[in-house]
DNA sequence: CCCACTTTGTGCACCGGTTCACAAAGGGAC
DNA sequence: GTCCCTTTGTGAACCGGTGCACAAAGTGGG
């Protein structure tokens, strides 16, 4: 009889289709601010930038949330997917390292619209601590274990220089965090259970180059067929 | 003869290796910084967080470069590693919408140090025109197509509010870019041939809150069975 | 020159994820 | 109630990527 609790759900979501989701809920506040009803797998799946089987399958691993004929209720469907990525309630995040990045981060208010609240900064540099930033005090990275509990911080968000990283993920996760994104051009070494999630200015440029160095090499005739060290090696 | 080659080199290298690329030539500079001549796939998968089977295999797509019973060269393998991605030539950027995260990223030194070159500045806001940050004078967006060809811009950065975005784009394209980093929370809808990659810090942290809340879930004993639409279904 | 040791390069089995294609389910018309 | 139309949910084939495990290749010592 409770038919809605379907066979797909009891056992984990796909990694690949959790990433997805975010995806599917942006496009679908904006058909939601649109009025839009109910939606097609076709039309979500068109502009969340997705295949609409691959769609399908994501959304049937939450539950059988649409109806045949019809599609899905909007409303209805975005709610179980906030439910799903825990966005129903409201997460502290805290962003360590205030130079110009943790900065950007800390004014930005794209944050905010999807139940993330920036609940602290935190900084080592004295010059820096006590700034206000987007109605925030920058207070000190000793304070860390203090203003983690106090907050109720379970997100941090890592903008120091790549040196201090791996320093500062120790003492936040000695503090009982276990949910970072890292900004830092590190790898970070971690225990297990504690999730990472990076993101990589420089890492993406590069990949960038690497098409682009291709498709000019297609077009000029292949690479120089001289494969060789050249001369200039000095070591 | 020619046996450098290799066999795997002539077709396409797969796409999760050219992504784990730049994280081996991260390591790799630390260690020729650090003096090392040569390293040995165990050392070297260690340092970039990989297993050492997985970075093999990787290596052995851009050809047979190391020396059994000995390791890679360091230099050597750098050399080999930044020609593939493209490194050896320098690139110029451009970076489009000059916010709060325009700046930072203009800002950003880790860009240049691996040959991409902030070439350009470009916003809509005649407030924002005109300002010299880091170097560079801000200018005006319908200089776009003459500063892209000035220049020699080949890779563009998006930093402009989501509603822009896919306008920017399509202007950046017909200009002839065929490389573009988003960071606005928009799908792009580009013709064939032209990459995006995209950075998306809610996504992120989504993604994190999905785990961060199974993890709770999972010591206070699952989430209330409770899976149906609750009251305030206003629609 | 040969042997013992190290480390690469890769064949192969496996796995998660994608896509196709279709049966099953629901809606609406009459 | 029956029929037709639309659209979901999913079985199954396929595909790219991962990791094990080992033969091949190279080094150094005697
Ligand atoms: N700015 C960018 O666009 C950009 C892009 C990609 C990656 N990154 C990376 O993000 C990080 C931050 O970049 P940024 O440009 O903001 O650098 P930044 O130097 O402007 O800021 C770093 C901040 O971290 C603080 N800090 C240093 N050690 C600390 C510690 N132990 N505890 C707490 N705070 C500490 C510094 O006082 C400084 O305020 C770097 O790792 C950088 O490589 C930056
Ligand atoms: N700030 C962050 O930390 C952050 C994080 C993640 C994503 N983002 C995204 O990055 C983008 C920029 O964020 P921000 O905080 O810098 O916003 P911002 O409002 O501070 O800056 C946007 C800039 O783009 C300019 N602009 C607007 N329309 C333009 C056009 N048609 N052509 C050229 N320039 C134009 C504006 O004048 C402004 O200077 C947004 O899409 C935001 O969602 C920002």
Not at 118 to 127: G, I, Q
Not at 129 to 144: Q, S, T, Y
Not at 157 to 162: F, G, I, S
Not at 213 to 224: H, I, L, S
């Amino acid at each position: 009889m409770i038919r809605r609790l379907s066979q797909a759900r009891e056992r984990g979501i796909p990694e690949a289709t959790v990433a997805r989701l975010p995806l599917y809920l942006r496009a679908l506040n904006g058909m939601s601010e649109r009025g839009l009803a109910t939606v097609s797998s076709e039309d979500l799946a068109m502009a969340a930038g997705v295949n609409s089987a691959k769609l399908r399958k994501d959304l049937s691993h939450l539950g059988s949330y649409g109806t045949r004929g019809v599609g899905y209720d909007v409303e209805y469907l975005i709610y179980q997917i906030s439910r799903e990525l825990g966005l129903t309630q409201d997460w502290a995040v805290a962003i360590v390292g205030v130079g110009n990045l943790g900065r950007a981060l800390a004014n930005y208010g794209g944050f905010v619209s999807r139940g993330f609240r920036v609940a602290a900064l935190l900084d080592a540099d004295p010059e820096v601590v006590g700034d206000r930033i987007a109605g925030l005090n920058v207070e000190h990275i000793d304070e860390l274990e203090a203003v983690i509990r106090r907050r109720g911080v379970s997100i941090v968000v890592l903008a120091t220089p790549a040196a201090a990283a791996q320093q500062v993920a120790d003492r936040v996760i000695a503090a009982g965090i276990t949910s970072i994104l890292n900004f830092a051009p590190v790898v970070l070494s971690v225990p297990e259970g504690v999730d990472i999630r990076k993101v990589d200015l420089s890492i993406e440029l590069q990949i960038l180059a690497f098409h682009e160095q291709r498709k000019t090499d297609r077009m000029t005739g292949g690479p120089a067929m001289a494969e060789e060290w050249p001369e200039a090696v000095d070591l």
